[in-house]
């Protein structure tokens, strides 16, 4: 099954028979590499390497090692996506938190008066060089633009 070819003059209506140089492919692709994946690993002995017994002989072998469950950035990931909607900067903002507050030894009452002294003196997070500022004309929401007097007419004819 895993030697299986297709022909371009067999199905010439298949749009891999354009693109084919050598007229033929492998009928089972996806199968084909996940079969040599497999053989590969086995040869290697990283298959099932969680079941040496000599791994677990001097600590227990995490359950949690495959790194599409959960890498060092998962918790990460996982907070950006809960808290989707963020401004960048925001985002940035929620990750530096995120990583203090899983350091060594975290103290956010430090951090938060900290935050409190910079909000009292006006100064921006992102650009230290740039006061806050009131919003300019011509940036805000005109009332005028969305309220006419003129009725609209609601019919097509």
Same mark, same amino acid.
């Given at each position: 099954?895993?030697?299986?070819?297709?022909?371009?003059?067999?199905?010439?209506?298949?749009?891999?028979?354009?693109?084919?140089?050598?007229?033929?492919?492998?009928? #089972?692709? +996806?199968?084909? %590499?996940?079969?040599? =994946? /497999? &053989?590969?690993?086995? *040869?290697?002995?990283?298959?099932?390497? @969680?079941?040496?017994?000599?791994?677990?002989? #001097?600590? +227990?072998?995490? %359950?949690?090692?495959? =790194? /599409? &469950?959960?890498?060092? *950035?998962?918790?990460?990931?996982?907070? @950006?996506?809960?808290?989707?909607?963020?401004?960048?900067?925001?985002?940035? %903002?929620?990750?530096?938190?995120?990583?203090?507050?899983?350091?060594?030894?975290?103290?956010?009452?430090?951090?938060?008066?900290?935050?409190?002294?910079?909000?009292?003196?006006?100064?921006?997070?992102?650009?230290?060089?740039?006061?806050?500022?009131?919003?300019?004309?011509?940036?805000?929401?005109?009332?005028?633009?969305?309220?006419?007097?003129?009725?609209?007419?609601?019919?097509?004819?």
């Amino acid at each position: 099954m895993l030697a299986e070819r297709t022909y371009a003059k067999d199905h010439p209506d298949d749009p891999k028979a354009a693109t084919s140089r050598s007229g033929w492919w492998w009928t #089972h692709l +996806p199968l084909r %590499r996940a079969y040599f =994946r /497999l &053989e590969r690993l086995f *040869n290697d002995g990283t298959l099932f390497c @969680l079941f040496d017994p000599t791994l677990s002989a #001097h600590s +227990p072998v995490p %359950r949690d090692s495959d =790194r /599409l &469950e959960g890498g060092l *950035n998962a918790a990460l990931k996982r907070m @950006l996506v809960n808290h989707r909607g963020l401004p960048e900067a925001h985002m940035r %903002r929620a990750c530096e938190w995120h990583c203090y507050m899983h350091s060594a030894k975290p103290d956010p009452a430090h951090i938060l008066k900290q935050h409190d002294q910079n909000t009292k003196t006006g100064t921006n997070h992102d650009n230290n060089d740039e006061p806050m500022s009131q919003p300019t004309l011509g940036t805000g929401i005109d009332w005028n633009e969305f309220h006419t007097a003129t009725r609209y007419p609601d019919t097509t004819d």
